[in-house]
């Protein structure tokens, strides 16, 4: 079974601009989850989606962070603009519906802004 | 609000030795999952145990067991006959109402 698939594996900006993440989840995970992990911290919950809906995005940084699901299998995460606090890694996980059913996580964006 | 603190930044066990990693957490809620994730390099987030807080007995998987005192909001993973491939980074991680919080993690060395 092919795990969850993220793109880039590494990106390096400048502040104040823009970049975007992609993420393809499990075949038939209807829920998909964004995370930020800094350096040195957990995962922390950015936003999740069931099917193309958001669940929750009560931390996600709206003024200047972006994700969409729109066919409610892939889905870009964007940043416009970035900001040094910005560098972590971006983890995306899906599961087969809310809750820890098939819960599996990719292997991550690593993003450095400069 | 719900939080999962990991007071041992780094431990280190020798090859074969045993090793436990401590987790307390905080919650008001009476139904919850408690979680151990092993983050190798790769920084793939990988499943090593999973408890349910309803059950009263420990959950075991191989080498991996855990010590689940819920009055004390205690979770603690103990890795028997460590092995080169147990070094990593490890989280302990609390869900409710569909949220993970994950603590700030434990580095751990194996040393030969």
């Known amino acids: 079974e092919a795990g969850v698939a993220q793109s880039p594996r590494y990106k390096i900006i400048e502040k104040r601009q823009s970049v975007a993440f992609w993420c393809n989840p499990i075949s038939g995970h209807a829920t998909l989850y964004w995370y930020q992990q800094i350096l040195g911290q957990g995962p922390k919950l950015l936003i999740q989606?069931?099917?193309?809906?958001?669940?929750?995005d009560s931390q996600l940084p709206k003024d200047r962070f972006s994700a969409e699901r729109l066919k409610g299998v892939d889905s870009t995460l964007k940043i416009q603009p970035a900001k040094l606090e910005d560098s972590a890694v971006y983890l995306c996980?899906?599961?087969?519906?809310?809750?820890?059913?098939?819960?599996?996580f990719g292997s991550g964006t690593r993003l450095t802004v400069v | 609000a719900q939080t999962v603190t990991q007071s041992q930044p780094e431990m280190s066990v020798q090859e074969a030795e045993t090793v436990t990693l401590s987790c307390t957490y905080d919650?008001?809620?009476?139904?919850?999952?408690l979680f151990w994730y092993k983050q190798p390099p790769s920084r793939q987030m990988i499943l090593v145990i999973r408890q349910e807080a309803y059950k009263q007995q420990n959950a075991t998987e191989n080498r991996f067991s855990v010590n689940f005192q819920k009055a004390a909001k205690s979770f603690s993973l103990k890795i028997s006959d460590s092995q080169l491939g147990d070094a990593a980074m490890y989280f302990c991680a609390y869900r409710a109402l569909n949220q993970f919080y994950f603590g700030t993690g434990t580095s751990l060395t194996v040393i030969p």
């Open positions: 996980a899906s599961s087969l519906g809310p809750g820890e059913h098939g819960y599996t």
């Open positions: 989606f069931q099917n193309n809906g958001v669940v929750d």
């Open positions: 919650t008001s809620e009476s139904d919850y999952y």
